[in-house]
């Protein structure tokens, strides 16, 4: 395959390939830190109104603690993909902004589940951001893989892109139920907790 | 013990462990940055009141000094920490990632006591959080000791655990007099500066 | 060349060489994160107006696009060129700090262009910071390489200093545009897209 | 000397080492960035008057080009003192976080410069800061030199105490001018970039 011969190996060129890894790290560890810019209080609250606007700030603290939840669980996704990568060419790197380009979006997203969790809109906001950041990263490792940039081996990529398929699966398919009932949307996201993936691996594998 | 054995060693995935490690120090970079974001004035003072407005900030300032030093203490705690971690897995990685999530909140727990700092829900709320901060961090450091992921000996381990358990004590404690006697509750921490541990640790060793 | 010889060679240097670029890499992970902090929402908003508050930020978000695409293709120009400087001075270290100072530039101009997408002062204030992005580049690469601190080849240089000039041209000839149609202005960066520069470069070295 | 035997030496610790390196560039990092901040128009201004709101930024830019500068060359002399150091120890370790602590203040003295540049509370501000960066990194470099844990020889070590005096003595005489007149009092600082301290080295050698 043209791609892998041209592609730079990791192995000759170390420096290089652990720029893109510092480069990502320093983006998701920005990202997550923003995340708590999204928590803030007024500078000018009366006296004894402050435990009132903390306790306002509940949907917020959710909000923070469900999107670093998720994105450590990206970076972590990320960091082993990265483990098993090989060599490097422009279109990972290309592959991979775009991919960073989702996450960083996500205290924006995160911003607005906060402040208005209960609005159709701001679920159909969080729900794409995440989707697109799983759809990506998808598209970022099966190109990888295809184009032999990767040590991964073919049954581990296939729950990898079954897993992640699910994923987004269930994102997509809040957006339209939050139209009707946006709370039930967001709770759909709790079917996450429950990993049917390595399951679904095996039947099909059959 | 199955984790250790299932756990990567940290010798041969260097690369991998290294991540792990910048990415917390970004995280911890950033959010050490971002206290000095709790100072910051009008744009649009009558000249003149520059000099009141800055006095004005005198408990931001004193709030990031505290604040500063603290996430500069927990930053070397984890650096001594991780110093010894001789292999990981996805259960370090995990808690670590809660910690971050905690230490992540110390500049909003900050800014709240900042500006209001006298108050009793602004004393709790940062007395919860550093609380909080501790005892993952205990939670962490046990955790992967008992799992044979470190080389920290059983004395030193011991040590560490009493002085986290006492750091967590006195905030903790510092809560209930919050509610009668906010100012006295801030003065409790800096019995912080006494470290009695070390006589602690031989006393309880006889 | 003295300055070849009194500069430090990366290879008995690393480390110090590699505190530059990381210190590099963070400064671009940061600037390309905070371009997130320009798409932000009212908290106060009337229930209802959230979609209408998100679809009035389409230029913004536009602005984003472009601006972490800019970045990204700024940073990978960056990597390149230190993946091949074999030794660095005061000198150097300076103009990337220059460059930098204006990459970290790019979240403000982005600013202007997405609230002002269509004003004259927004394309003008955009186009001149990319151009003297791309110029100081161009600068820092060339003294460099007049210097003998890199391993670019002639022809590889005289490349990468056709590209530089054909770009920074692009920006520079859309500002006097930007006073008559401003939209037009942006239009025309465009053009970028087709990168002409090889055939360029082909025809002249002939 | 007992602090140098029982400080650990960089050879045999340098991941341990680097760390500490890395989180200080990182503090760098996202403060020279944070600086950008300061830069920031009014979302909803009339047609017409972003050109003036841009205008009425240019004390705000000149701050920022200020203090990009200084942060830059604070990093510059950082990353020279520990590309010397060869041992270190929690002593270095905290003196280098109150270091970075007054380094986290520029971003805040420079908004301050940069709103109030004419009077003499901002003006002090930034003198203040500004020394107080510069003394404690004489401190820390001294402290360190006397402990033997550096490798930077007598002479460069005297060089780089008269410079640091040098420097911290314009902007501590720049503080009783800016009561009378906080203009001269500003451009009393461009005396920094006459730097008479080989000179002064060289006859107080004799």
């Known amino acids: 395959m043209g791609r ?3 592609a730079k190996r990791r192995d000759g060129n170390e420096i ?3 720029r893109i890894v510092a480069f990502s790290d320093g983006v998701f560890a920005v990202a997550i830190t923003l995340l708590a810019l999204n928590l803030s209080i007024d500078t000018n609250l009366p006296k004894g109104e402050l435990g009132q606007a903390i306790w306002d700030q509940r949907e917020n603290f959710l909000a923070y603690a469900i ?4 994105i450590g669980r990206f970076w972590l996704v990320h960091h082993r993909f990265f483990g098993e990568v090989t060599a490097f060419d422009g279109r990972l790197i290309s592959l991979n902004m775009l991919y960073l380009a989702f996450i960083v979006l996500i205290p924006f997203g995160s911003q607005v ?3 208005y969790g209960g609005q159709t809109t701001a679920v159909v906001v969080y729900a794409v951001n995440l989707s697109a950041c799983v759809l990506v990263g998808l598209w970022m490792v ?3 893989h295809r184009a032999g940039l990767t040590s991964i081996d073919a049954e581990a990529h296939r729950e990898n892109r079954i897993r992640s398929i699910y994923i987004a699966s269930v994102f997509l398919a809040s957006i339209p139920v939050a139209f009707v ?3 039930v949307a967001q709770l759909m996201w709790l079917v996450l907790f429950f990993d049917p993936t390595s399951r679904i691996a095996e039947r099909t594998a059959a």
């Open 67 to 70: 999107s670093f939840a998720v």
């Open 142 to 144: 099966a190109d990888a």
């Open 113 to 115: 589940l906060g402040e």
């Open 16 to 18: 290089e390939f652990s």
């Open 4 to 6: 892998a011969q041209e």
């Open 181 to 183: 009932l946006p709370t």
